[in-house]
């Protein structure tokens, strides 16, 4: 890994090396805070900079809560000035969420250093990938609810909130590792108001808010924001009531996403579909569901779900488990490729029509 320790481990040793040598910046950025009891802190977000990393932006609003400096890692000035036996960053945090991500390439170079996310959590055995808890590190209560810091991404989060309300899901789903990260039921974790402050979008992250205790005060909340609010990871359409339908019709959204992963669930989800979209009277333009293929499926049934979603009004989008797995031109790429590019979709009615080379 580099010079850097984990979590502190060896930092005594490492800590000699640069006592009482503040490394002084000359290029013109950020400077090692001058107050010796504040912090020069790096960040690295692995998966690099396509998706606000919240955690980061919440361990930089903490820091700089604090007084300490808190920048992207530089490697540069990192190992320049180690080369003259001192440590520009007194912690780096590096944090990667999803696994297929490769691991941060270069040395790292602090006096601590710390990792995190999910990404370092799962391992693929057999074809199924596996969620180690203990691996997972928590961010202190005092760090999970401050407001993230939005400013160490820009462009990502103009006018845009990022965040949980809820965690943990009751399904326990085999291929998905909410349940091993936060636990077999869902729980509110926050209010609104921790992590957006009138931003027109909310992005929010909640695996299942509907299964919540508290759904209705969520569902309140999103509406009172009059925000645009993506549901990112979807919403259990098995847990849908003409209730939540309606609350849901009040919140503004785009488009709202389901996932129909299970073939056995057919009958509880059909129905509930087709009580949705006459509670809410939205047209398939707002109306996605995902349909998991490579789990636990054959083909008919996989087709047989593309096909019943379209009749009934709705958008299918094709997730295949374990997609780095499955060769080039195989069949269930070649449906994804006919499923999600909605233009070859609604003009070639059948799988069984479409030439993937064209
Ligand atoms: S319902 Fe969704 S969030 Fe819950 S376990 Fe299944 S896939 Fe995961």
């Not at 339908?245 to 503004?252: P, R, S, Y």
């Not at 096909?307 to 790429?333: A, C, Q, S, W």
């Not at 590019?341 to 070639?348: A, D, G």
């Amino acid at each position: 890994m580099g010079a850097g320790t984990e979590t502190g481990s060896s930092r005594n040793s490492l800590t000699a090396a640069g006592e009482g040598m503040r490394p002084v910046r000359n290029d013109g950025r950020s400077r090692v805070p001058a107050d010796d009891t504040k912090e020069q802190i790096g960040l690295i977000d692995v998966d690099s900079h396509n998706f606000p990393n919240i955690p980061l932006m919440k361990i930089s609003a903490w820091h700089k809560a604090q007084g300490d400096s808190v920048e992207w890692y530089d490697p540069m000035i990192a190992s320049v000035t180690y080369a003259k036996r001192d440590f520009y960053y007194d912690k780096v945090y590096m944090s990667k969420i999803f696994s297929f991500t490769p691991d941060y390439e270069h040395c790292v170079i602090s006096k601590e250093l710390q990792r995190g996310g999910s990404g370092y959590c799962i391992e693929t055995v057999n074809g199924k990938e596996i969620f180690h808890p203990e691996r997972d590190l928590q961010l202190p209560p005092e760090i999970e609810h401050i407001y993230p810091d939005y400013s160490i991404y820009p462009e990502l989060t103009k006018e845009t909130a990022y965040g949980f309300m809820s965690r943990g899901c009751p399904r326990g789903c085999g291929f998905c590792h909410v349940e091993a990260k936060e636990g077999k039921r869902s729980y509110k974790v926050a209010d609104l108001s921790e992590f957006w402050r009138g931003q027109r979008n909310i992005v929010l992250l909640d695996p299942n808010p509907i299964a919540c205790p508290e759904w209705q005060d969520i569902l309140q909340q999103l509406i009172d924001s009059g925000s645009w609010v993506d549901f990112t990871q979807g919403v259990d359409i098995r847990l849908m009531t003409e209730e939540k339908a309606l609350m849901i019709k009040g919140i503004k959204t785009k488009n709202i996403h389901f996932a129909w992963d299970r073939y056995e669930d057919k009958d509880s989800i059909i129905p509930k579909l087709r009580m949705f979209k006459e509670v809410t009277g939205y047209d398939f333009r707002k109306l996605t569901v995902y349909v998991l293929c490579n789990f636990n499926t054959t083909i008919e049934q996989d087709l047989e779900r593309i096909y019943t979603l379209r009749d009934l009004g709705y958008n299918p989008f094709v997730m295949l488990y374990n997609k780095e797995d499955i060769p080039k031109n195989h069949k269930l790429r070649q449906l994804q490729r006919w499923v999600n590019n909605r233009i070859v979709f609604n003009s070639c009615k059948r799988f069984e029509d479409f030439d993937c080379r064209k």
